[in-house]
Each structure stands twice: as structure tokens, then as C-alpha cells.
């Protein structure tokens, strides 16, 4: 099956900094990958879509100047978190869909866990 | 608006069957997964619905019926490890994936 990777798995960072996670299809070619964000208890919150060599899609309520997202290749999403706060922690998952695969079954990477201090 | 119901949390015993039902009021259908999800883990694929009817896979079994906006996850000889949420996601006309709240399952021995 389609794997998708994420590095890194966890990560903690000072107040006011910034952090990239990657996202990787590692056996396939993924035109458009997904950003998710959950916290405890809740379920997923589609963040943003993105198209290879295109703009991310937005969700409305997700500031794109904070969470900046570069699909610059089939194979590699970044989602980079600007002046993380506090608030900011949270799991963030990416998903990949396979368009060769011809459905919609979208293919989550392991997630990355933010903690802000 | 777009809506996906499904239970917030269930009890069942090990070995027993639990169904987690799911319906769902969306523009446009093109197709109904279930996923499962441990806690701090990433969602897991189980099924894909896209015609009415049954799909088994194993002890896993997902249910369909357009007409009804309704699916249904079917687990039977429950095991411990089958302790985790259960997500419940349509693809409306757009193609977009609609997320339930997903349902907490707990199983007791």
C-alpha cells in the first residue's frame, strides 16, 4: 500500500519560534496532500489542501500567513508553523491521495506531535 | 450545511459485536471510508462504501445505503486491540472528505 512519512515525530519549541514538519510519499506521487490538526479528544481538522506547484487551499479560520505550506514536488508537503504559541500545540497529521490508485482513499503519514513552551 | 452524526462513545464486551453507525447529510455523495485511530496515533484506512450493500473484510464488515444517508461499521469477536476511535468520512461533489466527529470504542475484558 501508499505510505506516507512525517518527520519529525515530535517536536518541542520555545514560544515565538518557528518549526517545519515534512511529509513524504514515499512510494508514490501524491498531487495533492492534505494538513490536519487535532487536539485531545477531538477529531481531525482539515487545516489546508495542497496541490503540487500550486497555492494551498485554506480551510476558513486557518491563517495562512502562520501555517505556511509548500508542495514544491509529488512527493513533499512542508507545513511550517510561524511564531508558534502555546496554543499552537497539537498533533498535526498530512495525508496524500494516490491518484493512481483512482479512488479518494486519502493516506495519512504517523503524525507529528508539537508542544510549544 | 454538511453534516456527519455518529455516536461519541460505546462500550462492548471482548469477543462480542459492536456496530458504530453513521449517517450523514452532504452535497453530493462519492463515497463513504471508515477509519480507525489509536490515541496518539494517525487514522488507519478499514473501508471504502461507494455502492449500497455489504463489504466484509475480515472481522471488519461496513454497510451502505445512499437512499438513507446511513453506513454503518460492523466489528465482530471483538478484541482488546480493537479499543481506538472510529471515523466515519464522505466525499461530497466536490471531492472533498467530510470528517465525523468519529466514535471513542471501548472494549472491556
Known amino acids: 500500500g501508499a505510505v506516507v512519512s512525517q518527520h519529525p515525530s515530535r517536536v518541542i519549541c520555545k514560544s515565538g519560534t518557528s518549526v517545519k514538519i515534512e511529509c513524504r510519499s514515499l512510494d508514490f506521487q501524491a498531487t495533492t496532500m492534505f494538513w490536519y490538526r487535532q487536539f485531545p479528544k477531538q477529531s481531525l481538522m482539515l487545516m489546508a489542501t495542497s496541490n503540487e506547484g500550486s497555492k494551498a487551499t485554506y480551510e476558513q479560520g486557518v491563517e495562512k500567513d502562520k501555517f505556511l505550506i509548500n508542495h514544491a514536488s509529488l512527493t513533499l508537503s512542508t507545513l511550517t508553523v510561524t511564531s508558534a504559541h502555546p496554543e499552537d500545540s497539537s498533533f498535526y497529521i498530512c495525508?496524500?491521495?494516490?491518484?493512481?490508485?483512482?479512488?479518494?482513499?486519502?493516506?495519512f503519514g504517523p503524525g507529528t506531535r508539537l508542544t510549544v513552551t | 450545511g454538511q453534516n456527519i452524526d455518529q455516536p461519541t462513545e460505546m462500550t462492548a464486551t471482548e469477543g462480542a459485536i459492536v456496530q458504530i453507525n453513521c449517517t450523514y447529510q452532504t452535497s453530493g455523495f462519492n463515497g463513504l471510508f471508515w477509519y480507525q485511530q489509536h490515541a496518539g496515533e494517525a487514522p488507519t484506512f478499514l473501508s471504502y462504501n461507494v455502492l449500497d450493500g455489504l463489504e466484509e473484510k475480515g472481522r471488519f464488515s461496513s454497510f451502505l445505503s445512499r437512499s438513507k444517508g446511513y453506513s454503518y461499521l460492523l466489528l465482530k469477536e471483538l478484541q482488546m486491540k480493537d479499543s481506538a476511535s472510529y471515523l466515519c468520512a464522505v466525499i461530497d461533489s466536490n471531492y472533498q472528505l467530510i470528517w465525523g466527529a468519529g466514535t471513542k470504542l471501548i472494549i472491556k475484558p
Open positions: 495525508s496524500a491521495r494516490d491518484p493512481g490508485q483512482g479512488d479518494y482513499e486519502q493516506y
